[in-house]
């Protein structure tokens, strides 16, 4: 029986799926450096609806509250703050897991938001934004007359 030895110089769409991997790894590194979070992951947040409003909570340990802005129009919410880096003069990381910097995040609710109503508390470095429900927005009962 005849073994054939695969040539080292013949194409692999392994190793071109390798190379992509690699390439966008390290693009993201890049962005990661950069201090670019407003897609996701800081501040960690958790979003409920109830028939009239919603809750949401954002993770904010080691942000001041007056630092912190929420704005509202329609039916999203918006948060923008930044967090102060911890390092000082002479000092380098041994392990960084925290982010700071400057962050945004933006959500969309399912129903429009009435401004005027909304609330917002800070205990233990968590953030709750009350978010009623716009008047205009609710479901309406309608009465039916009987004839």
């Given at each position: 029986?005849?073994?054939?030895?695969?040539?080292?110089?013949a194409?692999?769409?392994?190793?071109?799926?390798?190379?992509?991997?690699?390439?966008?790894?390290?693009?993201?590194?890049?962005?990661?450096?950069?201090g670019?979070?407003?897609?996701?992951?800081?501040?960690?947040?958790?979003?409920?609806?109830?028939?009239?409003?919603?809750?949401?909570?954002?993770?904010?340990?080691?942000?001041?509250?007056?630092?912190?802005?929420?704005?509202?129009?329609?039916?999203?919410?918006?948060?923008?703050?930044?967090?102060?880096?911890?390092?000082?003069?002479?000092?380098?990381?041994?392990?960084?897991?925290?982010?700071?910097?400057?962050?945004?995040?933006?959500?969309?609710?399912?129903?429009?938001?009435?401004?005027?109503?909304?609330?917002?508390?800070?205990?233990?470095?968590?953030?709750?934004?009350?978010?009623?429900?716009?008047e205009?927005?609710?479901?309406?009962?309608?009465?039916?007359?009987?004839?």
């Open positions: 029986m005849l073994w054939r030895v695969p040539r080292r110089n194409w692999s769409p392994w190793a071109e799926l390798d190379r992509a991997q690699e390439e966008m790894s390290r693009l993201f590194r890049g962005v990661e450096r950069r670019r979070h407003s897609g996701g992951g800081f501040p960690a947040v958790n979003i409920w609806v109830k028939e009239d409003d919603a809750i949401l909570t954002a993770e904010l340990p080691g942000v001041d509250p007056d630092e912190v802005e929420i704005t509202v129009k329609n039916d999203t919410v918006t948060i923008r703050g930044e967090r102060p880096a911890e390092l000082g003069e002479g000092e380098t990381y041994l392990r960084r897991e925290r982010r700071d910097g400057a962050f945004e995040r933006s959500f969309s609710l399912p129903f429009k938001v009435d401004p005027d109503t909304v609330s917002a508390q800070h205990r233990n470095g968590v953030l709750q934004i009350m978010l009623p429900r716009a205009v927005d609710r479901p309406k009962r309608i009465a039916i007359k009987a004839a």
